[in-house]
């Protein structure tokens, strides 16, 4: 035990200014009062230990010796292992506090572990200094406990990114546990992400805080980290701290709310297509059926008109022209109806071409003039269907409200985004009073084009003020489909 004593002697040199192995032993190991305990660091087992240890833990020195911390009861397997992979170099060490159990109860004491070799083995020589219970607690204490005490984990990392202080809940986190202390950042954890590092980095060399950073624990839980510098009396960023909060429940609600915000963009975009069959269904309708109708009316208002004119009665004959004006007017209204309901123009030659119509009927409606300008290429008719109905809703408001005199229509394919813009020189109105009437139809309409374009992951903005006219805006991605010749 002599070679042994002068091996532990001469070891010089240390981490953190925690004192050497020298300064804390005494002459004779086996029986100090210091709690000094020596293990193999190749399997922990404990080969020496003082009177001051047994007397610490409660066992004789023969249960003890051939045994390792772990099955004692004294540590955990876990951080055995730890220590284990981490062991310090020669003449290296760290400091940190623990709970020990003895025989009166858990007790406070301060831990310094040191590596030495003996006989050309290396070992682990550990000294136990119980801290007194009445001990005063100063600033650095009383900040201690309520790092401790405080819900959010955090940890300290020193310039060299070497783990300082960590409280409570992160040990709870199970990320980073006492036998971290005094460890680099990346030899505890290599795989640690690059963004922690270099966050914690950016801190010791901008001295400004970094937040915002998600990380999960081995707890499988998400966590929220800030980087904040502490300054020394000089103002220096003598250490960085790291915050740990729990945002598990707030991942797993966007995700529940992301998941919904899907699936009722999916419920939407079957009803838009359902709504498109059943345009189709009642164009082929009013063709097949009222519009022949209407037709062979007409054609019978003619004949009866003719009849009338050759038999004198002009009051009949005046009559019947009024009844075909009427009937002649509704069956265009019809035929225009069919028009908006399918528009085959925009089946058959494009989105461009079913714009310049539109916007020229209506145009030639409200006294007008129309400019329509967009690609010469086809997309996908879902796309294009998308496209066309949110600027009929948007030209639809310039028919019945704005009273313009120019209406401009827009439509550029950019960076997979089929960009449109409805503009006009009209009245314009106040959006916000708008949608504050319930059941308003501008405002039901509007909802309507908004809803739409969100559906195909688009998304709307409406630029209007009171006599300034409107510009409505909306893209739509075309990565359903490239576009076709």
């Known amino acids: 035990m002599g070679a042994a004593l002068a091996t532990v002697r001469d070891v010089n040199g240390r981490d953190g200014g925690t004192r050497p192995p020298s300064a804390a032993l005494p002459g004779d190991l086996s029986e100090t009062a210091q709690a000094v305990a020596i293990a193999r660091a190749s399997d922990a087992v404990m080969v020496e230990v003082s009177d001051g240890f047994c007397a610490l833990v409660g066992r004789p020195r023969a249960e003890i010796l051939g045994n390792t911390a772990d099955q004692l009861g004294i540590s955990d397997r876990a951080r055995l292992d730890w220590l284990i992979d981490h062991f310090p170099e020669r003449g290296r060490?760290?400091?940190?506090?623990?709970?020990?159990?003895?025989?009166?109860?858990?007790?406070?004491?301060?831990?310094d572990i040191h590596g030495i070799e003996l006989a050309g083995e290396r070992m682990i020589v550990s000294v136990i200094t119980p801290v007194p219970a009445d001990e005063p607690h100063g600033d650095?204490?009383?900040?201690?406990?309520?790092?401790?005490?405080?819900?959010l984990g955090m940890v300290l990392f020193g310039p060299d990114l070497r783990i300082v202080r960590v409280n409570r809940a992160v040990e709870r986190i199970g990320t980073i546990r006492p036998e971290h202390l005094?460890?680099?950042l990346l030899d505890a954890f290599p795989q640690v992400s690059p963004e922690i590092v270099a966050a914690v980095t950016e801190v010791f060399a901008g001295g400004d805080p970094v937040m915002g950073l998600e990380s999960t624990g081995v707890d499988g839980r998400a966590y929220l980290l800030t980087m904040f510098p502490v300054r020394n009396a000089v103002d220096q960023v003598e250490q960085v701290g790291c915050l740990f909060l729990d945002v598990s429940d707030r991942v797993s609600a966007?995700?529940?709310?992301?998941?919904?915000?899907?699936r009722r963009r999916e419920i939407l975009a079957t009803m838009l297509q359902a709504e498109e069959v059943e345009r189709s269904r009642i164009a082929t309708e009013l063709h097949d059926d009222t519009v022949q109708v209407m037709a062979a009316s007409l054609m019978a208002l003619d004949r009866a008109a003719l009849v009338a004119a050759k038999?004198?009665?002009?009051?009949?004959?005046?009559?019947?022209?009024?009844?075909?004006?009427?009937?002649?007017?509704?069956?265009?209204?019809t035929r225009r109806l069919m028009f908006e309901l399918r528009p085959a123009v925009l089946h058959d030659h494009g989105i461009v071409a079913a714009m310049r119509l539109l916007a020229g009927q209506i145009a030639q409606e409200v006294g007008a003039t129309s400019e329509v300008t967009g690609p010469g290429g086809r997309y996908d008719l879902a796309v294009e269907e998308v496209v066309y109905r949110s600027a009929q809703e948007a030209l639809a408001n310039v028919r019945k409200h704005a009273r313009a005199s120019s209406i401009v229509v827009r439509i550029v394919e950019h960076d997979g985004v089929l960009e449109s813009e409805v503009a006009d020189d009209g009245c314009g109105?106040?959006?916000?009073?708008?949608?504050?009437?319930?059941?308003?139809?501008?405002h039901m309409g509007l909802d309507s084009m908004v809803e739409r374009v969100r559906a195909a992951g688009g998304e709307v903005t409406i630029?209007?003020?009171?006599?300034?006219?409107?510009?409505?805006?909306?893209a739509v991605p075309t990565e359903l489909s490239s576009p076709r010749a």
């Open 254 to 262: 966007e995700r529940a709310l992301a998941v919904s915000e899907q």
């Open 182 to 184: 005094g460890v680099r």
């Open 429 to 442: 109105f106040d959006l916000d009073e708008v949608r504050a009437r319930p059941g308003a139809a501008l």
């Open 140 to 151: 650095v204490e009383v900040l201690a406990a309520v790092l401790d005490a405080a819900p």
């Open 311 to 333: 038999a004198g009665v002009e009051r009949l004959a005046s009559a019947l022209g009024v009844a075909r004006g009427t009937l002649e007017e509704a069956t265009e209204r």
């Open 463 to 474: 630029d209007t003020e009171p006599g300034a006219g409107t510009r409505v805006r909306f």
């Open 93 to 111: 060490s760290h400091r940190q506090r623990r709970v020990f159990e003895t025989p009166e109860g858990p007790r406070l004491a301060e831990l």
